[in-house]
């Protein structure tokens, strides 16, 4: 039995003011494209299906055009809401969308209702866990000592009954660590102060495979079949490194699991570029890359710029954010940290900001008038 395995979608996100919703129905078709060509017996969507609780309706719309591309092709998909989402708006219409093969994870209630598959060696049994906090399990299982993530999440599988005989799968969202294994989690992550979200990855031993939604970086955790997917584009700079794909899982026999990474091509790539700004805009510096990929530019030229990123997006049109680094910003930066923020204005502040975002010092004129604004803000305030 072949599974596909996505999550962390994040239909509707925006990245620096950026609408990425092309991009995201980009990919998408790509994922059908790959479904329709592998002809997968199911798809297993681990997540975060939103970037926000209460979506667009150019999101909803686009996720609802997915859903449809999959049932056309008649292959089951199972699907749950991720810390993102809101888990009411993910179960709304699951059981009429079950009759479709279109399988919603509904909210939680204390108990999971696995769906059964069967191929050549059996039945698989899908169980579809949404993102859960200690407090949803608690209020099922009252007089139990549920603190914390772990001990949530070891209540809910404790409470299961699991047929070893048959292959069993775990589609969840949620923050699994293994012991040896580095976390690397990127900045379009959710991340919980002291990590109290943190599970242990022994807690699904009994499971044949888990597929995890949370992390953006496609990676298994203390054994090979506990597995993120990974989102499918690049969601923030730290993530440029990524090369993001689907996972595709081949159940065989009970003990017998392959995985693979089908690679994904985004319409436009993430990516970082620095050096000085007459060599980034040599035809030499940029005749092999995608001009309209989204690009962080670092200028390391020591000289002012004059509209540096006027000039920067002359060639490359989809800039989203620039910085300097040189001596100038370099000393800046030393003096900022070492002193107190505490003994600064906010005059002081707003033009240590301005000179490292534009590389050039705030004219008395432009002083005059932040002046001016901070003064009526504090009236405002008093």
Known sequence: MKLMHLSDLHIGKRLNEVNLIEDQAYILDQIITLAGTIAPDGILLAGDIYDKSMPSSEAIRLFDDFLSKIAQLKIPCFVISGNHDSPERIAFGSSIMAGQNIFMSKVFNGKIEPVSLTDAFGEVMIYMLPFIKPAHVKAFHEGANIESYEEALSQVIESLTLDQSKRNVLVMHQFITGKG??????????????????????????????????????????????????????????????????????????????????????????????????????????????????????????????????????????????????????????????????????????????????????????????????????????
Request: aromatic share 6%; net charge negative.
């Open 181 to 382: 294994t580095a976390v690397d989690r990127s900045d379009s992550e959710s991340i919980s102060v002291g990590g109290s979200d943190n599970i242990d990855v022994s807690v699904f031993k009994a499971f044949d495979y888990v597929a995890l939604g949370h992390l953006h970086k496609p990676h298994s955790i203390g054994r090979e079949t506990v597995r993120y997917a990974g989102s499918p584009l690049k969601y923030s700079f730290s993530e440029t490194q990524h090369i993001k794909s689907v996972t595709l899982i081949t159940l065989n026999e009970k003990g017998s699991i392959l995985i693979d990474a089908l690679p994904l091509v985004p319409k436009r790539d993430l990516r970082k570029i620095k050096g000085p700004i007459d060599a980034l805009l040599s035809k030499e510096r940029y005749r092999d890359t995608n001009l309209e990929d989204y690009i962080h530019v670092t200028l390391t030229d020591e000289s002012e710029i004059l509209d540096a990123i006027g000039r920067m997006r002359q060639v490359y049109p989809n800039i989203m954010s620039i910085d300097f680094e040189n001596n100038r910003s370099r000393t800046l930066s030393n003096k900022t940290g070492a002193d107190s923020l505490d003994d600064k204005t906010d005059l002081e502040l707003f033009s240590e900001f301005y000179a490292l975002q534009n590389n050039e010092v705030l004219c008395e004129e432009k002083l005059a008038i932040v002046r001016d604004l901070l003064e009526k803000l504090g009236e405002e305030q008093r």
